[in-house]
Each structure stands twice: as C-alpha cells, then as structure tokens.
C-alpha cells in the first residue's frame, strides 16, 4: 500500500520560514520525481517543485529563490524548505509521487502565512 505523509504545516508570519516532509512508503522512492504542489482556497492545484531521480530540480517562478526541494533516498522523504514566506504562499501543500504511468498524493499540510 502506497502511502505519502506530508508534515510540517502551520501557521506563520510574513517573512518566517517552514520545512515541509513528505515521508513515501509502499513505492521504489528512488525512482520516483517527486513533487510539491499546493491548492489555495478557490484556486487549482499548483505546481511548486519537483526533484526526479536525478537530483535535478525544478520550481514555479513564484517561488524560485526562496523554497528548495531536496531529497533523502535513505529515508524516502522528500523536502520542501520555504524561506521568506509570503501570504500568497498560504494554501494546502501536497507530495506527489510520478513514475512512469504511476502516480501518488498525499493528504496535504497546510501552511497558512499571516500577520
């Protein structure tokens, strides 16, 4: 059974940081691209980051600079460092697992940023 767990959601200021996990079970993680998406309320689910097999990394505009997606094979956890957070940043985080025709979510974290 394939389980993704995210952890690390709260609640925040403008300016503050959060580091988001994502523990996988149930998949060969190490082949997997995975992935930081995120839905904010009224909004669809969008694309953060992801990192694939290689290490390679990939981000949305909105948050390149600031967030950094990493991976630890050892542990099938992935991360999501968010730095300088913003309001906009605020919404449900979900892991995504992708390999092939094979997909996996998570329930999601949520991270709320405000003053």
């Known amino acids: 059974q394939v389980q993704l767990v995210e952890s690390g959601g709260g609640l925040v200021q403008p300016g503050a940081s959060l580091r988001l996990s994502c523990a996988a079970s149930?998949?060969?993680?190490?082949?997997?691209?995975m992935g930081w998406y995120r839905q904010a309320p009224g909004k669809q689910r969008e694309l953060v980051a992801t990192?694939?097999?290689?290490?390679?990394?990939n981000y949305a505009p909105s948050v390149k600079g600031r967030f950094t997606i990493s991976r630890d094979n050892a542990k099938n956890t992935v991360y999501l460092q968010m730095n300088s957070l913003r309001p906009e940043d605020a919404a449900v985080y979900y892991c995504?697992?992708?390999?092939?025709?094979?997909?996996?979510w998570g329930k999601g974290t949520l991270v709320t940023v405000s003053s």
């Open positions: 990192i694939p097999s290689d290490g390679n990394t």
């Open positions: 149930g998949i060969l993680f190490r082949l997997y691209t």
């Open positions: 995504n697992a992708a390999f092939q025709f094979l997909e996996y």
